[in-house]
């Protein structure tokens, strides 16, 4: 399984920027898929999340910001981002939780990860 993220960039303080990743390979069942972030000296951090089912969780500091979807035809999360601030700035991981056989333990895969700096 791979995960295939894009869209980070340089963004001016108040802008926006739409992260994508796609998971490929061998899949039976995607249960939920998300986003963290790490930016320097700090610990990666759980930035949003999205079942199958299109539920929906969101850290405090982007929730109203940020909007999490996913397409399930394409085994695609997306992430758009607006009203970035500085403290936004950070590498991105895409995550996935899913299955690759009906006989198999749901596991979690990750993302090489993508750069977002916003400046001020």
């Known amino acids: 399984v791979q995960l295939q993220a894009s869209g980070g960039g340089l963004v001016q303080a108040g802008g926006s920027l739409r992260l994508s990743c796609t998971a490929s390979?061998?899949?039976?069942?995607?249960?939920?898929m998300g986003w963290y972030r790490q930016a320097p000296g700090k610990q990666r951090e759980l930035v949003a999340a999205?079942?199958?089912?299109?539920?929906?969780n969101y850290a405090d500091s982007v929730r109203g910001r940020f909007t999490i979807s996913i397409d399930n035809t394409k085994n695609t999360v997306y992430l758009q981002m607006n009203s970035l601030q500085p403290e936004d700035t950070a590498v991105y991981y895409c995550?996935?939780?899913?299955?690759?056989?009906?006989?198999?333990?749901?596991?979690?895969?990750w993302g090489h990860g993508t750069q977002v700096t916003v400046s001020s």
């Open positions: 995550n996935a939780n899913l299955k690759q056989a009906v006989w198999r333990t749901a596991k979690n895969y």
């Open positions: 999205v079942g199958s089912d299109g539920s929906t």
């Open positions: 390979g061998t899949i039976f069942r995607i249960n939920g």
